[in-house]
């Protein structure tokens, strides 16, 4: 039997949109943009970009990897049946908060392998994915086992996948200014199968 709420649900719904903002904006003043800058020589120079996360890190990521695309760069998706062999020259973006999610240190580790570039966004630079990465772009963000409220009073690890999304975001709006190519040319690029 369902406990009786006395929650205004719409009043709520405000204040938790309110509460998530006000976090998200916390959270950027620990970001070191000098080191997030950082990742786009490795973007830009790459052969083809492979991306990897697991769940909404995940989904996060793909999001980044279609605006990518549109930018013009090779992209591929981690998992995907399409998705050929990384070889040397390819670039992995990881994102993993606590940096020991297994299927993507397991293909960290193969790209390095296979001669590849890696990079990872996570909130630590001490796990075995940073160990194998070129370059680690920390969001200060509290990884989803932290359920202390210190970091974020939000379930899991939600500050970390938002900000892997705006970050992600705010790194393709750069690409994109540094590019200069107009809107309408990307669009081009827009899929049409919808």
Request: no cysteine; proline share 3%; charged share 15%.
């Amino acid at each position: 039997m369902q406990k009786e709420s006395t929650v205004d649900p719409a009043e709520d719904i405000e204040a938790n949109l309110k509460m998530i903002i006000a976090e998200n904006e916390q959270l950027i003043s620990g970001i070191d943009f000098g080191q997030v800058s950082e990742m786009i020589p490795y973007i830009q120079t790459a052969n083809r970009i492979f991306i990897i996360g697991a769940g909404r890190t995940g989904l996060a990521l793909k999001a980044a990897a279609m605006r990518l695309m549109h930018l013009g760069f090779t992209v591929y998706v981690t998992g995907e049946i399409v998705t050929p062999a990384i070889t040397k020259g390819d670039l992995l973006i990881a994102g993993s908060g606590s940096g020991t999610t297994g299927s993507i240190v397991s293909a960290a580790d193969k790209a390095v392998k296979a001669g590849a570039k890696v990079i990872a966004i996570s909130t630590t630079t001490q796990s075995p994915l940073a160990a194998l990465s070129n370059h680690v772009t920390v969001i200060p963000a509290a990884q989803k086992q932290d359920h202390g409220s210190a970091i974020s009073q939000q379930y899991a690890g939600s500050l970390f996948e938002q900000s892997v999304l705006l970050l992600t975001d705010a790194i393709i709006q750069t690409l994109w200014t540094m590019d200069g190519t107009p809107a309408e040319e990307l669009w081009k690029r827009h899929a049409n199968l919808e």
